[in-house]
């Protein structure tokens, strides 16, 4: 059975670069026909996709963060990873991993992970 | 890119059917996909309805998914309503590589 966990602190300060990782297990993360993603949820709020990346190490990004925002993968630990620079409190959120498929469906879901921007 | 518009909340009696709008700003509906979600409180997002109208295996019969063109939106009904579907729907399609997803809907049984 396919799991997805995320890693990685839950408070960071503004300005700095939140890092989380997606451990994957129960299915291989080169497995063709997938890819692997971020997605976003501020308290009380909606969900708001971040980012994808295909084991090849093709990456695709929401414009609105394309900028402060690198995906990447590791086969050999079969994880994939987040890191967003210059973070502010609006960045503040529940941050999910989640396996997509080639119609653009997100079919599996970690638990998510609260990440807090505070000094 | 195009927006997915939700009302901001719903509600309906046990054993009802209500359904769920959600409303694309520009461009076909009918040109991309459109999945649902069910978010239940304090829980991670789940597949209800893919690819418009497919329903994962293990998901209640009672949710179905469909498009129309004319109003260009997509649309999930839930029938025969059960208090354990109080929760947040979201709809999400995409625009090329651009995953969007529509604000949520508040599902309120009583």
């Known amino acids: 059975q396919l799991q997805l966990q995320e890693s990685g602190p839950g408070l960071v300060k503004p300005s700095e670069t939140l890092s989380l990782t997606c451990t994957v297990s129960?299915?291989?993360?080169?497995?063709?026909?997938?890819?692997w993603g971020w997605i976003r949820q501020p308290p009380g709020k909606g969900l708001e996709w971040i980012a994808s990346?295909?084991?090849?190490?093709?990456?695709y990004y929401n414009p609105s963060l394309k900028s402060r925002v690198t995906i990447s993968v590791d086969t050999s630990n079969n994880q994939f990873s987040l890191r967003l620079s210059s973070v502010t409190a609006a960045d503040t959120a529940v941050y999910y991993c989640?396996?997509?498929?080639?119609?653009?469906?997100?079919?599996?879901w970690g638990q998510g992970t609260l990440v807090t921007v505070s000094s | 890119n195009f927006m997915l518009t939700q009302p901001h909340s719903v509600s309906e009696s046990p054993g009802k059917t209500v359904t769920i709008s959600c409303t694309r700003s520009?461009?076909?509906?009918?040109?991309?996909?459109v999945h649902w979600y069910q978010q239940r409180p304090s829980s991670s997002p789940s597949i209800v309805i893919y690819?418009?109208?497919?329903?994962p295996s293990g998901v209640s019969d009672r949710f179905s998914g469909s498009i129309d063109s004319s109003s260009n939106s997509a649309s999930l009904t839930i029938s025969g309503l059960k208090t354990e579907d109080e929760a947040d729907y979201f709809c999400?399609?995409?625009?090329?590589?651009?995953?969007?997803f529509g604000g949520g809907t508040k599902l309120t049984v009583l």
């Open positions: 989640a396996r997509r498929t080639d119609t653009n469906t997100f079919d599996s």
């Open positions: 129960g299915d291989s993360i080169i497995r063709s026909s997938y890819y």
């Open positions: 990346v295909f084991y090849s190490g093709n990456t």
């Open positions: 520009s461009g076909s509906i009918a040109s991309n996909y």
């Open positions: 690819e418009d109208n497919q329903r």
């Open positions: 999400q399609s995409y625009d090329n590589t651009n995953m969007i």
